[in-house]
């Protein structure tokens, strides 16, 4: 088996497990970096290696309109293009192309869109979506789904999940073609410049993990019906939940997460999409949830926001103009081990490179310790107290909270 998932202990709901792969092993609960277009923004592999990171997130839709995925594939695929030897998860590109704004047609085939890039018209299929991940390799690729919006009604949720359960089936098909038909390159060992071999056989990376994503918006019955009619349609290695955390009530999302957590087999690992703040994470380690991603922690860092151990603070405050502490004193990071706030807001405010890239570094350097931390207390048997207690001091109301 190129993957498995070992459970090493629980915590009522919760598990700290590993979740084996061709390119490695990936404790869980883990929070996977995203490099949307093959980089993780302003940081370089070797820095994420150095914060512990162990899977990172990739975009299928992304990297087909730019480089193109026929180009990563020539150039032996993602983990070379990319020099990363540990796992990749690639999203499909359902989210980024159910949320374009220009023109797109939704039929039963697949979807026709305009490319945000040159305006060119492309279109979609399960199985096109499923040639490009194949072409990117990496270790999990996501189902194309149809992802709909956080608040729809239940018809528009139930013929969204029923049409992404078609397309699974449809997914699921042109992925076991694939591996007879396009060996992927043998990137599991990934010396410098070695000589480039394709080998299907034997060879654990030409397995890539499929996984199916549990569509039904806030609907439990939908949910569940979703789960189950996965389920039965094949013995997956893992499962995505979809469609949380965008735009709907948090007691709904819990309460999702709960309804989730019952439909799904304990035993396989569960990918909670796009969510990853660090209150969302605790609360959905809590609720059974093994991997989660978030753009937020680049994408913030890059606007001068930081998370800290209490809440958030934004660096362009003048406030932390001659300030000698670190951005969270209790952070080990390379930017908190030897920059004041002072310097950090300098750089920031003079516009220089590497404030952007040295508060990204802690803001994913926070979330990769956070899941590190829960793991621990669930092999401790103190999750409960240790999220509550860290959820209490970062919600406390702060002076320094954005
Ligand atoms: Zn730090």
Redesign the pocket.
Known sequence: MSFTFDIASTAGAARAGVFSTPHGPVETPAFMPVGTLATVKALDPEDLVRMGASMILSNAYHLHLRPGDDIVREMGGLHRFMQWDRPILTDSGGFQVFSLERLRIIGEEGVEFQSHIDGSRRFFTPEIVMQIERNLGADVIMQFDHVIPGQSDQASARDASERSIRWLQRCLAEVQRLETTQPLEDTTQLPRGSPREMVAGDNPGNHQALFPIVQGGIHAHLRREAAESIRSMHDWSGFGVGGLSVGEEKDATYEMLEVVDDALPKTHPRYLMGVGFPDDLIEGIRRGMDLFDCVAPTRMGRNGAVFTRDGRLNIKRTEFRADPK???PE???A??TRFSRAYLRHLFVSDEILGLRLLSL?NV??LLSLARAARQSIEHGNLEQWSRDWLARYRATSPLAV
């Open positions: 670190p951005l969270d952070c080990d990071c930017a908190c802690h350097h926070f």
